[in-house]
């Protein structure tokens, strides 16, 4: 194991004005009252998520002469969930993605009447809430404060949070995720997009008690700047049933906590992104950066196919000293569209990053293997707590160090202990039908949720040993070579919109986005910078292990070692959307 050197805090670097503290926001919302009106609207405009019982104290304290809380226009609690059931169902994890606005959750009486106390209000009015800006859309101060769903999962799981509308506080974190993945959070990003190009301010309340807020050009010029360099998102570890051991020391974690499982390394709609102002961080969610600059951050293509979706994954998989992931397959395109209204699915692969001698990966099925029987035998397990023999209907490749298992959806899979793993994948993270999961418990004591009716629709019966290892298994490939360098193609298959490109080097590489996204990790080597031949950015350096993405809008860009590495073998694994002519 080496030292760490990963940046677990990696931000843009602005020159701007910061506002700590809620007295130091109060006094700047209290000078942008103009005495030349009869009357001046403050907008408050919340994500899902927020506390309101610190914020809306701290900004009462503004002495408004009208507040108006949108808590108070929406429908009925009862009302609320009857319109949301269908997408929200009773499943433990999967809904229907919904298409719902604000307006589908306020009461019309209610904000007509709200509407008039604002009209006949004089002096200063104050809207606050979720969908503030569509109460008072002609706001004189609108001000955003966002939340970034990562730290909405961590308050889900302490029971601190409703939804939208909802008295969900109590209820389970995958109950709460499934609303916010397949309603709320459709709603609030829907709303803010049109408030990104508009907004007056914008309110960091991740941090309880430290509020911190910027202009809202400040944040269109940091997203701008980000979109025109590389970057990284900040990360986030989680523990896990099958948790390993090699992240606390690459990484630099906490060695007390039992295990970490998960690091999302590069899922904008999950992770948050920093700005550093003046030596402040402040923090948003990743994802306003794929809503404001999507055309200069995925390239006209992407956009074309996938709109303000950012299509690529890439986050960690440790069970270096930890357990099998549990026996899974995700659904086929048309599948995930049918039942969940999804339009794309989550293909993905493994790469190998580190591997304990003997470790292995579970993929595809054993040849001939009877799918009733297979179908069958895991049932029986689900329903008696018994064991599943795996290895009587799966295949079990060895696994080393910069392997790379390429997995198209409805392929059986999983990561066997010993294995660390990049997983670079298609982005809707939630779509895993699992199959079996070893007897264990999740870290809630409950049992993990089992899908073998969905697994059992979607699971291609064809890929089998001999196809596995003809098509799925280290499909390595010589592309290019020149001074110091070498490039190769690893995947990913053919059925996946997604290619991967390894470059091993100790000089220079140039790379090009050729119009669309790049995201690559470091898998070798200390440290390494990228650079702009045209001086377009500022020299970025990256760290063993650490993932980062290069907007289309870059063009042109080179890798070299650095440091440590100066002299030495480099290599990055790069992942971008695959076009065919």
């Known amino acids: 194991m080496r030292t760490s ?108 009447a709200a509407r008039q106390q604002i009209e006949a209000a004089s002096g200063f009015c104050i809207v606050y809430g979720h969908g503030a800006a569509v ?67 914008w309110l960091d309340t991740h941090i309880p008690h430290q509020p911190k807020m910027i202009s809202g050009d400040t944040l269109r010029e940091g997203l701008r700047k ?15 049933p099958w ?26 709609e999950e992770n948050s992104l920093y700005f550093n102002v003046n ?76 591997a304990e001698p003997g470790a292995t990966v579970f993929l595809g099925l054993k040849t001939d293997v009877i799918p009733e029987e297979m179908i069958g035998a895991l049932n029986k397990a689900q329903e008696t707590g018994g064991s599943f023999d795996a290895e009587r209907y799966v295949n079990r490749w060895p696994a080393q160090k910069h392997d790379h298992f390429l997995i198209p959806n409805g392929t059986i899979h999983c990561s066997g202990a010993g294995a660390m793993v990049l997983e670079i994948s298609a982005t809707p993270s939630i779509f895993t039908f699992k199959l079996y999961d070893w007897g264990r418990l999740g870290l809630d004591g409950l049992p993990r949720p089992i899908n073998i009716r969905h697994g059992s629709h979607v699971i291609q019966w064809e890929r089998q040993t001999d196809w596995v290892r003809k098509h799925l298994v280290n499909q390595i490939e010589p592309i290019a070579e020149g001074d110091g360098w070498r490039e190769e193609r690893t995947g990913l298959h053919e059925n ?41 950015f500022e020299p970025f350096v990256v760290h063993y292990a650490e993932t980062f993405i290069i907007p289309a809008a870059v063009g042109t860009y080179t890798i070299r070692p650095y440091g440590a590495s100066e002299g030495k073998t480099c290599g990055t694994i790069k992942a971008y959307v695959r076009f065919r002519s």
Not at 57 to 83: G, R, V, Y
Not at 257 to 268: A, K, L, S, Y
Not at 307 to 327: A, E
């Open 5 to 112: 050197n990963y940046d677990k805090y990696p931000a843009t670097r602005l020159d701007a004005e910061l506002w700590q503290g809620w007295e130091a926001i109060r006094s700047v919302l209290s000078q942008q009252k103009t005495t030349k009106k009869d009357r001046f609207i403050l907008v408050i405009e919340c994500y899902q998520g927020v506390y309101h019982q610190e914020i809306e104290p701290e900004l009462q304290k503004l002495a408004p002469d009208c507040w108006i809380n949108t808590q108070s226009l929406f429908k009925s609690t009862d009302a609320i969930e009857a319109m949301t059931y269908p997408y929200v169902t009773d499943d433990r994890l999967f809904g229907f993605r919904s298409h719902f606005s604000y307006e589908d959750f306020l009461d019309k009486e209610r904000v007509a």
């Open 135 to 201: 109460i008072s859309p002609e706001a004189d101060l609108i001000v955003y404060i966002d939340m970034a769903r990562w730290e909405i999962q961590l308050r889900s799981r302490r029971h601190e949070i409703n939804g939208l509308g909802v008295e969900n506080v109590s209820e389970g974190a995958s109950y709460q995720y499934k609303r916010g993945y397949f309603v709320d959070w459709i709603v609030c990003d829907n709303l803010k997009k049109q408030l990104l190009p508009r907004a007056d301010y």
């Open 226 to 240: 980000t979109a025109h360099s590389p970057f990284r998102v900040v990360p986030f570890f989680d523990p896990a």
């Open 243 to 268: 948790g390993g051991q090699w992240m606390k020391q690459v990484c630099g974690l906490d060695k007390e906590t039992p295990n970490f499982g998960w690091c999302f390394d590069c899922v904008p």
């Open 279 to 354: 030596g402040t961080l402040f923090e948003m969610p990743s994802n306003n950066l794929v809503f404001y600059e999507t055309r200069a951050l995925l390239g006209g293509p992407v956009e074309s196919r996938f709109g303000q979706d950012f299509p690529i994954r890439f986050d960690f998989l440790d069970t270096m000293g930890g357990g099998n992931l549990s026996l899974q397959v995700h659904p086929t395109t048309q599948y995930i569209r049918d039942t969940f209204g999804i339009y794309y699915t989550q293909d993905e692969s493994y790469y190998l990053l580190d």
């Open 496 to 536: 996946e919109f997604i290619e991967t490109r390894r470059h091993w080097f100790s000089k220079p590489v140039t790379h090009h986005t050729d119009g669309g996204v790049n995201v690559l990790n470091l898998v070798e080597g200390d440290e390494a910078i990228i650079e702009s031949p045209t001086g377009a």
